[in-house]
């Protein structure tokens, strides 16, 4: 099933934050059925710095090739703002394909952009973003490849500017629609009363963001149709390595620690070493 014809169904669609392979296998061995690559996930984790624009196309498109060959897993994948003008948006498009996405979600805010929960944003016009979402369109391989249209007009221009945008966004071509952390319950309700039986809505749970944390029934409930947890993963993962270091810094053992990890051999069943090998082995002519 593509991930358009599962965005028909009116059962919401939870998309976890990954940004390795490893994180995507648990996720997937976890049982979701989609996942969010998220451009801030990559920054924190890569780069070891903030989600204001730093991270490459090309750091984006490498690490979905990397997830892409271990799970088969529709990936929504984070373009940034196409990262320039609508040329460029069509050469991520076309790169972010190649590497195994299935959905693009590009946003309204300047080239460097910052975290849609961050101050101090900065939009271009409503009809470049337009120009954006038609030449992606354009420029598509698959028309099963999504697009996103994120409008981060809420903290810049005001709620009721923001809708004015997404309605230019869906005139566009957009496949779906990401308005960027309404700050309250009404909001969502406004947002999905105007689009909710029109497009798929997406809404994004940050962990201290702007948007209150909704649960993702709740969100069906509201009439959203994909909810993403885009850093959960990275802010679990960073409060329990900031615990190790420290763990391991004072006893110089990691055995205080060890009910809190894998061993060896544990993290080996995670990720399915023993069945690797012995696939390796029917091809290495050992059997003959």
Same mark, same amino acid.
């Given at each position: 099933m593509s991930l358009r014809q599962r965005l028909q169904q009116d059962r919401i669609l939870t998309a976890p934050g990954v940004y390795d392979g490893l994180t995507a296998a648990i996720a997937e061995q976890a049982g979701f059925e989609a996942l969010y690559l998220s451009g801030a996930a990559v $920054? /924190?984790?890569?780069?070891? #710095?903030?989600d204001i624009g730093l991270t490459s196309v090309t750091e984006m498109a490498d690490t979905m090739a990397l997830i892409r060959d271990r799970v088969e897993l529709p990936v929504i994948i984070d373009a940034d703002t196409g990262f320039g003008n609508a040329l460029n948006a069509q050469r991520t498009m076309r790169i /972010?394909? #190649?590497?195994?996405?299935? *959905?693009?979600?590009v946003e309204d805010q300047t080239y460097p952009k910052r975290c849609g929960h961050l101050a101090d944003k900065s939009l271009i016009s409503a009809a470049e973003m337009a120009g954006k979402i038609t030449a992606m369109a354009d420029a598509r391989a698959s028309t099963d490849t999504l697009i996103i249209a994120r409008t981060?007009? +809420?903290a810049v221009e005001g709620?009721?500017?923001? @809708?004015?945008?997404?309605?230019?966004?869906?005139?566009a071509g957009?496949?779906?629609?990401?308005?960027?952390?309404? #700050?309250?319950?009404?909001?969502?309700?406004?947002? *999905?009363?105007r689009f909710g039986t029109r497009i798929p809505l997406l809404a994004n749970m940050v962990e201290g963001g702007a948007t209150p944390i909704s649960s993702a029934r709740d969100l069906e409930e509201a009439g959203?149709? @994909?909810? @993403?947890?885009?850093?959960? +993963?990275?802010? $679990?993962? *960073?409060?329990? $390595?900031? =615990? !190790? !270091?420290?763990?391991?810094?004072?006893h110089g053992s990691n055995r205080p620690f060890s009910d809190r990890m894998f061993d060896f051999s544990g993290l080996n069943d995670l990720i399915?070493?023993? =069945?690797?090998?012995?696939?390796?082995k029917r091809y =290495?002519?050992?059997?003959?």
């Open positions: $920054a /924190y984790t890569r780069l070891g #710095r903030p /972010y394909e #190649r590497a195994g996405a299935n *959905a693009l979600q981060d007009a +809420i709620f009721e500017a923001a @809708i004015e945008r997404a309605e230019r966004y869906v005139e957009a496949d779906a629609l990401f308005i960027e952390a309404p #700050r309250s319950g009404e909001e969502m309700a406004r947002i *999905a009363d959203f149709s @994909i909810v @993403i947890f885009p850093g959960g +993963i990275v802010r $679990a993962l *960073a409060r329990t $390595a900031v =615990d !190790y !270091y420290a763990s391991l810094g004072q399915g070493t023993a =069945d690797m090998l012995a696939t390796g =290495d002519g050992s059997g003959d």
